[in-house]
């Protein structure tokens, strides 16, 4: 029977290179028990782990209606967008095809721990129909499922957060699994998500239309190891993600309205942390020049940048000179 059209919610499963975790995530999203129909978007961005397999073997044991694989080919329209865009291409073509009033995320190497999650989560936008999402609490594990810490997120249950709060303070630092939120909140903004996708604009994007809240409830597991996106990268790396992403929100309105001074300052911060922090010479070279760059002469905070930069340098000489 063909239930699209009564589709509440959407599963968004992601995944590249997850052969050792894609069945438990895909267990995990089997075993929720809802009172609505949802469908799972799955979108995998050509492993070569076998994780693409494994995927077809589950859906095909596991023959629920709810199941929506997409299919990519070498040299296909995704493919070559994939090509142009990069990983973000994965989140932002998954994202095109969900249907449900609201959308859940999930990676392929986590998994969801409370059978209930998506019912809760639903529940609670339901009986608060002025925020645009909510997310929970969850627990971090390694590759082999051990657990390394909980709680991921130190907050107060029912803690509310704008979209100054998500700019400022929030930053999407929660579990990727752990958000619900409205579909029709990231619509509006999903050329802009293409530009520079990740969890910390998704989160900006969507709070233009409403606030989240925080339930302090452990439903889900992030995975922490080598393999992962974010962990597989040096710090230096990882910096430099966060720095893009601040100028991402100076160079569009509103947010450079909004947030001016607070963006500008951590660019500029961003920039000389990068700079101190690496040790090859032409790292140091091209972060200097983008951040002169960035710097504009009609713009007062520059000229106290400078002077800063002049009071330091100087100190740093004269402590040499005494000794």
């Keep these: 029977m063909d239930t699209s059209h009564n589709i509440l919610l959407s599963v968004r499963l992601m995944t590249y290179n997850h052969a050792p975790y894609i069945v438990q995530a895909m267990?995990?999203?089997?075993?929720?028990?809802?009172s609505f129909p949802y469908e799972v978007v799955v979108g995998d961005d050509f492993s070569t782990d076998g994780t693409t397999q494994?995927?077809?073997s589950f859906v095909s044991k596991n023959p629920k209606a709810h199941w929506k694989l997409l299919k990519r080919e070498k040299g296909g329209s995704y493919?070559?967008?994939?090509?142009?865009?990069?990983?973000?291409?994965?989140?932002?073509?998954?994202?095109?095809?969900?249907?449900?009033?609201?959308?859940?995320?999930?990676?392929?190497?986590?998994?969801?721990?409370?059978?209930?999650?998506?019912?809760?989560?639903?529940?609670?936008?339901?009986?608060h129909p002025d925020l645009v999402g909510c997310f929970h609490n969850s627990k971090v594990v390694d590759e082999n499922g051990t657990l390394k810490w909980e709680?991921?997120?130190?907050?107060?249950?029912?803690?509310?957060?704008?979209?100054?709060?998500?700019?400022?303070?929030?930053?999407?630092?929660?579990?990727?699994?752990?958000?619900?939120?409205?579909?029709?909140?990231?619509?509006?903004?999903?050329?802009d998500f293409l530009k520079i996708g990740t969890d910390f604009i998704l989160e900006v994007l969507i709070t233009n239309h409403g606030n989240l809240c925080f339930i302090d409830e452990s439903m889900s597991a992030y995975r922490?190891?080598?393999?992962?996106?974010?962990?597989?990268?040096?710090?230096?790396?990882n910096n430099y993600e966060v720095?893009?992403?601040?100028i991402f929100l100076?160079?569009?309105?509103?947010?450079?309205?909004?947030?001016?001074?607070?963006?500008?300052h951590n660019i500029v911060e961003g920039y000389e942390k990068l700079r101190n922090q690496t040790k090859d010479p032409l790292m140091r070279k091209k972060f200097d020049s983008e951040l002169k760059k960035f710097l504009s002469f009609t713009d007062s905070r520059t000229y106290g940048y400078y002077r800063k930069r002049f009071y330091h340098a100087l100190r740093y000489r004269l402590k040499k000179l005494r000794r």
């Design 243 to 246: 720095l893009k992403r601040f």
């Design 27 to 34: 267990e995990s999203v089997d075993r929720q028990e809802t």
């Design 79 to 127: 493919h070559k967008a994939r090509q142009k865009n990069g990983r973000v291409q994965n989140f932002y073509d998954l994202l095109k095809h969900c249907q449900g009033k609201y959308i859940a995320l999930l990676d392929g190497d986590d998994y969801w721990t409370d059978t209930n999650k998506l019912e809760r989560q639903v529940t609670f936008l339901e009986q």
């Design 250 to 264: 100076y160079d569009h309105e509103p947010y450079r309205s909004k947030y001016n001074n607070f963006l500008w």
């Design 54 to 56: 494994k995927i077809e």
């Design 224 to 237: 922490f190891h080598e393999g992962g996106v974010w962990q597989g990268n040096t710090q230096e790396s």
């Design 151 to 191: 709680p991921y997120y130190l907050g107060k249950d029912g803690t509310c957060f704008d979209q100054r709060d998500s700019v400022t303070s929030l930053r999407s630092g929660y579990s990727t699994a752990a958000l619900v939120f409205k579909r029709e909140a990231i619509v509006p903004h999903l050329e």
